[in-house]
């Protein structure tokens, strides 16, 4: 049986097809963690500052070409809308976290138990490109983050998991690693 927990489930024990292992669907989309125990690691990816600043600039060009060709008024109403949009979709962007904690691996809103981990490594960023490219296997577990240079590669040892392994972004893959091993 797999071990991915669902939203008011214990444990999938069949799958469909809407339910692979390491996959998240409509009915796990919107999973909160448990806070039953602090976590050994906690990493929330947020993109760049920078990202930050230049959404803010384009929400003021684009605020003052409204008020350029059609009035202040106008351009007010612009940013005003404008500046909360970019803020969200900032921060939507930076809602991955991973984490280890209750025994589990929290990559995204999939976890995976630290018994069905056969091994563990890093992928540095020089490496990436091949691990998501030729080399990635269709049916690995992947969360890509394109701002966050290395990741962490788990290969999983459950038979009764199609998946191979876990791919995932992390500032700090030395970290998750270490957590892991514990």
């Known amino acids: 049986s797999s071990r991915l927990t669902a939203i008011g489930e214990r444990s999938l024990t069949s799958y469909e097809p809407t339910q692979l292992p ?3 669907d409509a009915h796990t989309a919107f999973r909160v963690p448990s806070v039953a125990q602090q976590p050994t690691y906690s990493e929330r990816l ?4 920078w990202w930050w600043l230049v959404g803010v600039g384009i929400a003021a060009l684009l605020a003052l070409e409204v008020d350029r060709g059609i009035g202040r008024t106008p351009a ?6 404008l500046i909360p949009l970019v803020a969200w979709v900032l921060l939507w962007l930076s809602r991955f976290r991973v984490e280890v ?5 929290w990559a995204g809103q999939a976890h995976l138990p630290r018994e069905v981990i056969a091994r563990s490594a890093l992928v540095p960023k020089t490496a990436k ?4 490219g030729r080399q990635l296997d269709p049916a690995a577990y992947v969360q890509h983050r394109a701002w966050v240079g290395p ?5 999983l040892d459950d038979p009764d998991d199609p998946t191979p392994y876990w791919l995932f972004s992390s500032r700090h893959p030395d970290r998750v690693l270490a957590a892991l091993a514990e």
Not at 46 to 49: I, S, T
């Open 101 to 105: 904690r209750d025994n589990e691996l």
């Open 76 to 81: 007010l109403v612009t940013l005003v809308v």
């Open 22 to 24: 390491g996959r998240v």
């Open 151 to 155: 990741m962490v590669l788990v290969v």
């Open 129 to 132: 490109s091949a691990a998501l």
């Open 46 to 49: 947020w993109v760049p500052l």
